[in-house]
């Protein structure tokens, strides 16, 4: 009794202290070549509803003293569970026409993380990330061994054609792609702790068990609280290579660049250079939101302490 009194005491404590602190919430939801005025109304309309009432669950978990790591964890699910994005419901189909999902997450106050790739039975695959960073000695798991662990731990497992929607179907069946992207989430707290996450269903038509950077630490999720929270999308094995997630810290931490210099080179200078189409959602530490791509479109919403909701696309 004594160790939960003094518990609840020090969140009191902490959270009376952070009133009135800066907070922010990043969302995206994938980064295309796709022009969204060519969207029909309804599309639009669907998109700027979704992320208006995210920013509003996102605000008030902000606003009511949860941790950073909680909020990203709880925003992403959201997503999971919205066919209009590739994680979760709705994700694309590999070569067998199954979906295998992928996500990270991590913890800037100590650099924790957590990751699985190639599940197929995880309904929400960002909530068995948080698990094996909370609950296991590793940083990855894979596959059915990820599947096990997650049934192990209780958590909410569904048949594979769970994931599938008509929509996706349709498109698998005429070898398409779709506006249907990956999806993350940063975020600084209102204690000054900043964590990042990304989910995806990954590539349409993905063979021999491709993993992109979406669940790679470093490469599509990297959190630190001294420097940036920074969540990726777009081509995956461009995005692991030049480890970007990362090495947007890595800029900040070794050249002093700002986190807007740091985006902006590795966006359009790196992997432009390279034709590898991407982009990313990122916040400092002291709150500076930088969002970039460079292709033509990346959904994208966000929203701060004067609760101002800011939605992209």
């Known amino acids: 009794m004594r160790v939960f009194l003094a518990s609840v005491l020090l969140f009191l404590t902490l959270f009376i202290q952070a009133q009135d602190k800066k907070y922010a919430v ?7 070549n796709f022009n969204s005025a060519d969207f029909p109304e309804e599309v639009r309309n669907d998109y700027n509803t979704f992320f208006n009432n995210l920013m509003l669950y996102a605000d008030s978990l902000a606003s ?44 800037g106050r100590d650099l924790n993380a957590g990751a699985v790739a190639g599940v197929t039975e995880i309904k929400n695959p960002i909530k068995a990330a948080r698990m094996v960073m ?10 059915e061994g990820a599947n096990t662990f997650a049934r192990q731990q209780g958590m909410e497992m569904v048949d594979n054609k769970y994931f599938l929607t008509q ?34 269903g990954g590539m349409m038509m ?3 068990g491709r993993i992109g ?23 995956g094995e461009y995005f692991i290579r030049n480890a970007v997630a990362y090495d947007v810290i890595a ?63």
């Open 167 to 200: 929509k996706m179907i349709d498109r698998y069946k005429e070898y398409m792609h779709d506006k249907h992207g990956t999806v993350g989430c940063v975020v600084l707290d209102i204690y000054g702790n900043l964590a990042a996450g990304t989910s995806t």
């Open 64 to 107: 009511s003293g949860a941790f950073a790591i909680d909020i990203v964890e709880a925003v992403i699910v959201k997503m999971e569970d919205n066919p209009m994005f590739n994680s979760g419901k709705g994700a694309v189909l590999n070569a067998e026409g199954k979906a295998e999902l992928d996500a990270s997450i991590m913890d």
């Open 213 to 235: 950077d979406s669940p790679v630490i470093g490469a599509g999720t990297y959190a630190d609280n001294r420097y940036a929270a920074v969540s990726c999308t777009g081509h």
């Open 206 to 208: 993905k063979k021999w």
């Open 26 to 32: 990043v969302v995206h939801g994938g980064a295309g």
């Open 251 to 313: 800029r900040m931490k070794y050249a002093g660049q700002s986190l807007e210099e740091a985006v902006n080179e590795i966006i359009m200078e790196v992997l432009v250079q390279q034709d590898a189409n991407g982009g990313l959602i990122s916040v400092d530490k002291n709150g500076n939101i930088v969002c970039k791509m460079n292709t033509t479109g990346m959904f994208r919403a966000w929203v701060t302490e004067n609760h101002e909701i800011v939605i992209e696309f």
């Open 134 to 143: 909370d609950s296991s000695a590793h940083v990855m798991l894979s596959g």
